[in-house]
């Protein structure tokens, strides 16, 4: 059973940095998508980073490129999202997902077939 589970949410400042870890576990992820989402209240889940975990390409939406990198640590299984220059609108709750199938649209949702429980980004302005 794929279990992923996030830390590393908080509050933090306007122009402030947080690294958002995603623990994964219950099978080997060689082949898969690993993707961070995010959803704010009111708001549909949006994409917001992907990284493939055998190759290390990654994919950023144009809101947070050249402001958040997402990598991957092979040896712990473990995905992290750091976030630099945090801006009030990154507010929202943040989501780790996997996709086993490599070659599918990694920025929607429903290409996504486990999901981590989520946690809280907040940025004061």
């Known amino acids: 059973q794929v279990q992923l589970v996030e830390s590393g949410g908080g509050l933090v400042q306007t122009g402030g940095s947080l690294r958002l870890s995603c623990a994964a576990s219950?099978?080997?992820?060689?082949?898969?998508?690993m993707g961070w989402f995010r959803q704010a209240p009111g708001k549909e889940r949006e994409f917001v980073a992907a990284i493939n975990w055998s190759f290390g390409n990654t994919y950023y939406a144009d809101s947070v490129k050249g402001r958040f990198s997402i990598s991957r640590y092979n040896a712990e299984n473990t995905v992290y999202l750091q976030m630099n220059s945090l801006k009030p609108e990154d507010t929202a709750v943040y989501y780790c997902?996997?996709?086993?199938?490599?070659?599918?649209?990694?920025?929607?949702?429903?290409?996504?077939?486990?999901w981590g429980q989520g946690t809280q980004v907040t940025v004061s302005s």
């Open positions: 219950g099978r080997t992820f060689s082949g898969y998508v």
């Open positions: 997902a996997a996709d086993p199938k490599y070659g599918g649209n990694y920025n929607v949702p429903w290409e996504y077939d486990y």
